[in-house]
């Protein structure tokens, strides 16, 4: 079977854009949220991260040859940007942190 046939990762893929995608509309209007309302969206936004580098770890260790194309699809289309998979995600993480950084800042 191929790593696309498995209904468990066309599960989780649709799953894990469906979140993104709720997530960051929901980000729009992340300035009129209040502290308790910020703490957790940038919680959602960690926890999506993972399971997106989880996701993505998987792709890169299966020896199916769609899941190596798509790895390699995403290092063409990352790399156009001068960044590796990696740095795209040390820079969410660095952004959720600055995040959390001016939170804790406020009153």
């Known amino acids: 079977m191929g790593f696309f046939d498995s209904d468990i990762v066309q599960q989780e893929a649709k799953q894990l854009f469906e979140d993104y ?17 910020k703490k957790i969206f940038i919680q ?9 580098r989880i ?7 299966s020896d199916d040859f769609m ?7 995403l290092k063409t289309q990352l790399g156009q940007f001068g960044i590796t998979p ?4 040390d820079q969410m993480n ?9 939170l804790e800042k406020q009153p």
């Open 86 to 89: 990696q740095q795209m995600f």
């Open 44 to 52: 959602q936004m960690e926890e999506l991260m993972e399971r997106y």
């Open 55 to 61: 996701f993505m770890k998987r792709f890169e260790l």
């Open 67 to 73: 899941a190596q194309m798509t790895v390699e699809q």
């Open 94 to 102: 660095m952004t959720l942190e600055r995040m959390k950084s001016e």
């Open 21 to 37: 995608q709720s997530l960051i509309q929901l980000g729009g209007s992340y300035g009129k949220f209040d502290h308790e309302g």
